[in-house]
């Protein structure tokens, strides 16, 4: 016997469409392998990420220490000078051997500044900078232009181009000038 056409017609649609969806089931199954191969490759760089991070803080902590440990070793023969200074005046009761003492620590922290570069900010005579001087007090003077700074109470500091403590200064204010008093003036024309 013969099918008729209607059958056939029908049965290779129903072909087709199991034929499609095989085709979209492998497809679904190599797209879910695809996001797991993903997802996993995400989870490794994460991982990868994290153990970054983790040693480039360990390394910081580690040059934070040996730098450290550096200004350390340079300090501690100041410290000594220091105090040798202050046992020498003590025994001695003079006052010679302790400025003596005092001059010599001071060229060695000056001296141990530099090789850090750390350098100090000139301010006396300069015009007040907020960004190298932090401004305590303004005096009316006649001296000094407004502006200036005419002393400095504690002195700033940089590491290259960064303030690392600004200078406390003093700053000049010009004195403002008499107001003539007009009340009671009778002029006559």
Known sequence: MHEPENEVSTQQQAQTVADDLEHAFARLQEMEQALEEQKNLYLRTLA????YRRRQQDEMERQRALLLESLMESLMP????FE???QAAEMTRELEPLLEGVRLTE??????LERYEIHPIHAIGQPFDP???EAIQRVETDEYE???VIDEVERG???GERVIRPSR????KRPEPPQADHKGLDIEI
Do not use: C, E, S, T
């Not at 990868?48 to 153990?51: G, K, L, P």
């Not at 060229?107 to 141990?112: D, M, S």
């Open 48 to 51: 990868d990420f994290q153990n």
């Open 78 to 81: 100041i410290l000594d000078n």
């Open 84 to 86: 040798r200074a202050l």
């Open 107 to 112: 060229r060695q922290i000056k001296a141990l």
């Open 131 to 133: 960004n190298l001087h």
């Open 146 to 148: 407004d502006g200036i």
């Open 157 to 159: 500091y940089r590491l």
């Open 169 to 172: 200064v003093i700053v000049a």
